[in-house]
T-cell receptor, first 114, second 118 residues
Framework: KNQVEQSPQSLIILEGKNCTLQ??????????LRWYKQDTGRGPVSLTI?????NTKSNGRYTATLDADTKQSSLHITASQLSDSASYIC?????????????FGTGTRLQVTL | SAVISQKPSRDICQRGTSLTIQCQVD?????MFWYRQQPGQSLTLIAT?????????ESGFVIDKFPISRPNLTFSTLTVSNMSPEDSSIYLC???????????????FGPGTRLTVL
């Protein structure tokens, strides 16, 4: 069964601290893995996309890693800011031959506090 | 990228009524997607809407409950029919664009419509 599991479910950190979010998946055949940020009341916004051959990709203070062998990914946030408070969703894409199909994780809800 | 707008942004409806959600994209796209995000849950694909053809529904979703229109390459509507409290959710419109490198397509989401059914 195609599944994406994320941990932790929620996280509270102090402003300025770093944090790492985890994603494990069992999606096959793998096409790419995406991390999205979803602010409350808004649609998800793409942070990074990684294909099978990429094991790390950065977008500002966000760095995603991918281990396609163990089917694990992480999203590292450096020097967190209050505006980082959001849900972070791991999404794995598989290509069915006619279209891409996305499997969404349930997200990690991050709260950055003073 | 793609700029997507949805209307309404939120609504409170009575049981048994229907609501039509509109999705407008700033440029032409082939495929548009409709998702549902129930409280505390991940996004679930309802259907894929291609212009000029019937929408393709995912398992568990039917056309009678969620009729979709796709009159042109920049617009789509999703109707939630005969609503019940279980339909309370966020409904999101999404489009896919070729990314760079071209080995993947990037998906962009609208801001969502928050629906509450009493």
């Amino acid at each position: 069964k195609n599944q994406v599991e994320q941990s932790p479910q929620s996280l509270i950190i102090l402003e300025g601290k770093n944090c790492t979010l985890q994603c494990n998946y069992t999606v096959s055949p793998f096409s790419n893995l995406r991390w999205y940020k979803q602010d409350t009341g808004r649609g998800p916004v793409s942070l990074t996309i990684m294909t099978f051959s990429e094991n790390t990709k950065s977008n500002g203070r966000y760095t995603a890693t991918l281990d396609a062998d163990t089917k694990q990914s992480s999203l590292h946030i450096t020097a967190s800011q209050l505006s980082d408070s959001a849900s972070y969703i791991c999404v794995v894409s598989r290509f069915t031959g006619t279209a891409s199909k996305l499997t969404f994780g349930t997200g990690t809800r991050l709260q950055v506090t003073l | 990228s793609a700029v997507i707008s949805q209307k309404p942004s939120r609504d409170i409806c009575q049981r048994g009524t229907s609501l039509t959600i509109q999705c407008q994209v700033d440029s032409q796209v082939t495929m548009m997607f409709w998702y549902r995000q129930q409280p505390g849950q991940s996004l679930t694909l309802i259907a894929t809407a291609n212009q000029g053809s019937e929408a393709t529904y995912e398992s568990g979703f039917v056309i009678d409950k969620f009729p979709i229109s796709r009159p042109n390459l920049t617009f789509s509507t999703l109707t939630v029919s005969n609503m019940s409290p279980e339909d309370s959710s966020i409904y999101l419109c999404s489009v896919e664009r070729a990314g760079a490198p071209s080995s993947y397509n990037e998906q962009f989401f609208g801001p969502g419509t928050r629906l509450t059914v009493l």
